[in-house]
């Protein structure tokens, strides 16, 4: 295991990986184990401050969860590729209790009231005609998001039967 503060490349994009550095060197300092697998490019093909607010807000919730885990061992799982201008990202980790949800919405575990960083993370999915999986089992979180900077012509026509 590296020591804190060490910078490490993850990818070759300079904001995502710098970002992945800050949260790796949080988690490490908490004692969570943090395990990142990264394939992005140095140019994304999708606007780079929105990819970043969808890994940050991810992260944050998996480190938060992680610093109130009551079980041992706590860990983070960060997978993330970007191929043919489609990028999926993956965030697991410990997590004590299932989130609570009301009506499609994640409740905050800092203040009353809905949570903002999964509903931001679902707008910018939606924006990039992507998908959002949240799910709970077995003390683990498991976020998924695909987002795709091409409309694809499935999505088409799956819009367009939506809507008849």
Not at 39 to 53: D, G, I, W, Y
Not at 93 to 116: I, M, Q, Y
Not at 130 to 139: E, L, N, S
Request: aromatic fraction near 12%.
């Amino acid at each position: 295991m590296l020591p804190p503060d060490t910078f490490c490349t993850w990818c070759e994009n300079y904001a995502v990986n710098t970002m992945v550095n800050y949260y790796v060197d949080e988690a490490r300092k908490s004692g969570v184990d943090i395990s990142v697998s990264m394939a992005v490019p140095q140019k994304l093909s999708m606007n780079e401050a929105e990819f970043c607010s969808v890994l940050g807000n991810l992260l944050e919730n998996a480190l938060d969860a992680c610093r109130e885990y009551t079980g041992s061992n706590p860990f983070i799982r960060l997978r993330a590729k970007e191929e043919n201008s489609h990028l999926a990202l993956t965030v697991d980790n410990s997590c004590s209790s299932a989130p609570v949800e009301e009506n499609g919405r994640f409740l905050s575990t800092k203040h009353d009231g809905f949570g903002t960083g999964t509903a931001s993370v679902r707008a910018i999915a939606e924006h990039y005609h992507g998908v959002v999986t949240f799910r709970y089992a077995d003390q683990c979180f498991f976020a998924s998001v695909f987002l795709s900077s091409v409309i694809c012509e499935f999505w088409l026509m799956f819009q367009f039967r939506n809507r008849v």
